[in-house]
């Protein structure tokens, strides 16, 4: 089976943008103009009126969310409207504090200045003060709510305030959850729900769209223009962050970051494909502290990673590091073995076992387990057992991207048939043997790549990985560079007959006496008849003559 074209391997803009345009020819776009799902429900949520007083929306917790909710609400509506980044309750609720003579200096709140206006809070503000939670219920109802007493002394009577203000809180899935559990009643039917969309499906129409939308914040922030092949660049390193070829990031904090940075290197003038180039390598090389060590420790031996060779029962699988305060997460290969005995027919999961395998993870040993039986078809139960383990592994491990890695070495140990160190394996497997999409991938192939690189190309290393995985990849232009010239491969399949044929060289099923699942019925038949026979006559000889 051929590995596939380069092309496939990054994202591919010549068919979608204008590849003669600078990115100021662009036609400025706004916020609104990318976010049509959220821009209708602002509509509603205006129109609604008291009917419905608050919105709640699903939105990163930064200021640059809750400035363009606020730019978005102002093209539809003459009230007053403001945004705040302040969690203290006694500046949204106001204060006041009486001195000895009982003389009471009032200060007004965010939520009383804004009466019969719109307010835009972060979720955190609410969650930071349960105080804050009840006020702004009640005032919704149309109930009297104290201010907040900032003196030594109290009044005779408190200080309270009524206000029609309409609030729309936004914050993340999880701080949404958060302040759903302490009180449901923000997710009733008076409380309408909308979601800022994180990326955009880049084509032929949407393209113009997006690039304008990116042209107005450079216009905003003074930065420079971007040559048509910066644009490209750029739109690939967008397509890196979605995972997904076909698609841009629309957070405005990313955006300005990159181009921010591109500018420094381009010394304020026109950006190139060069300038994004460096800001890229120079951020992989800030983050790559823990990677750079992980590799180390492969080159140096004291993980053991073959990447040339054939091994019975060994594979190489791959996965996805994440370790907490790292901004980011890195590939790194994995060995999985396999070993089998005679026994009753039980494949041991030594992760689970050892309690360091997550749920996912035995769900998809299961499944694997489940497929193979079916494709052996046999009449009774198998007269084995197998161990499968994630060799130097010492912390949990989780997901099922590794399941088509486990079949293989599994296949392997029980045919006797050898698997090709040189070809890295990831995907999930399904009952009838298909191969699923998978996480991670930029991640996962980079990681490998690495070390082939460093323990040296030979033009037969490469990786297997789910067809339905091929738009997501948006490799680094080091692997890129090597597809081309033929060192490196990748290989996508949609089954485990196309898998196996890659990493062993043989057929998994046919007519022919030398596939994988006839060797391995031909095992199984010298196990159950002859093996054990012999196994039992043994036995017996050593009981009866032991003196």
Not at 57 to 75: F, H, K, M, P, S
Not at 400 to 412: G, I, N, P, T, Y
């Amino acid at each position: 089976m051929n590995s596939i074209d380069w092309r496939l391997a990054t994202p591919q803009y010549d068919q979608v943008i204008d590849s003669t345009l600078s990115l100021l020819q662009y036609n400025s776009s706004s916020f609104s103009d990318l976010q049509p799902r959220l821009s209708a429900s602002l509509k509603r949520f205006v129109e609604l009126d008291v009917l419905a007083p608050l919105m709640v929306i699903n939105g990163a917790d930064t200021v640059y969310e809750r400035r363009n909710i606020t730019n978005t609400l102002q093209q539809l509506t003459q009230k007053p409207i403001a945004y705040s980044e302040s969690i203290e309750i006694n500046e949204l609720l106001g204060s006041y504090d009486v001195d000895s003579k009982e003389q009471i200096r009032t200060h007004s709140g965010l939520l009383e200045k804004y009466d019969n206006g719109y307010l835009v809070l972060s979720a955190n503000a609410v969650l930071a003060n349960p105080k804050l939670l009840i006020a702004i219920r009640s005032l919704l109802v149309g109930e009297q709510v104290n201010r907040v007493n900032t003196g030594k002394y109290s009044p005779s009577n408190p200080q309270a305030f009524k206000s029609s203000v309409r609030v729309i809180l936004v914050g993340d899935r999880n701080q949404l959850g958060d302040l759903d559990y302490l009180d449901p009643s923000y997710s009733s039917s008076l409380t309408l729900f909308a979601e800022v969309e994180m990326d955009l499906r880049i084509t032929q129409q949407t393209a113009i769209t997006y690039l304008g939308y990116v042209a107005a914040l450079v216009k905003e922030h003074k930065l420079p223009d971007l040559s048509p092949v910066a644009i490209q660049r750029f739109l690939t390193a967008g397509a890196r962050i979605c995972e997904e070829q076909h698609y841009a990031p629309l957070s405005s904090q990313w955006i300005l970051s990159l181009i921010r940075e591109s500018a420094i290197e381009s010394n304020a003038q026109t950006i190139d494909a060069t300038h994004i180039d460096a800001v890229v390598e120079g951020r992989y090389y800030r983050e790559s502290y823990l990677p750079n060590r992980a590799l180390d420790d492969i080159l140096e031996g004291q993980v053991l990673i073959q990447t040339q060779g054939e091994q019975v029962g060994q594979v190489n699988g791959l996965t996805v590091v994440d370790i907490p305060g790292h901004p980011v997460s890195y590939g790194e290969p994995a060995r999985i073995s396999c070993v089998i005995h005679f026994g009753d027919g039980d494949v041991s999961d030594v992760e689970r076992k050892a309690e360091l395998g997550g749920n996912l993870h035995a769900k998809g040993m299961m499944i694997m387990q489940a497929f193979l039986s079916s494709a052996l078809d046999l009449d009774e139960p198998f007269p084995y057992s197998a161990s499968i383990v994630f060799e130097q592994s010492y912390s949990e491990v989780d997901g099922d991207s590794a399941s088509l890695a486990e079949l293989c070495a599994l296949v392997s140990a029980l045919s006797g048939c050898k698997l090709k160190q040189s070809i890295a394996v990831t995907g999930a497997v399904d009952q009838f043997g298909r191969v699923q999409a998978v996480g991670g991938l930029n991640e996962k192939i980079e990681g490998f790549y690495y070390v082939c690189a460093h323990q040296g190309l030979t033009g037969l290393q490469g990786v297997v990985l789910p067809q339905s995985n091929l738009r997501h990849l948006s490799l680094h232009k080091d692997v890129i560079d090597s597809i081309k010239q033929g060192k490196f491969h990748i290989w996508s399949v949609e089954n485990v007959d196309q898998a196996l044929p890659i990493i062993t060289g043989q057929e998994f099923r046919g007519d022919d006496s030398e596939t994988l699942l006839n060797k391995i019925a031909e095992r199984i038949d010298r196990l159950s008849h002859h093996d054990l026979d012999e196994k039992w006559l043994n036995r017996l000889k050593r009981m009866l003559f032991k003196d």
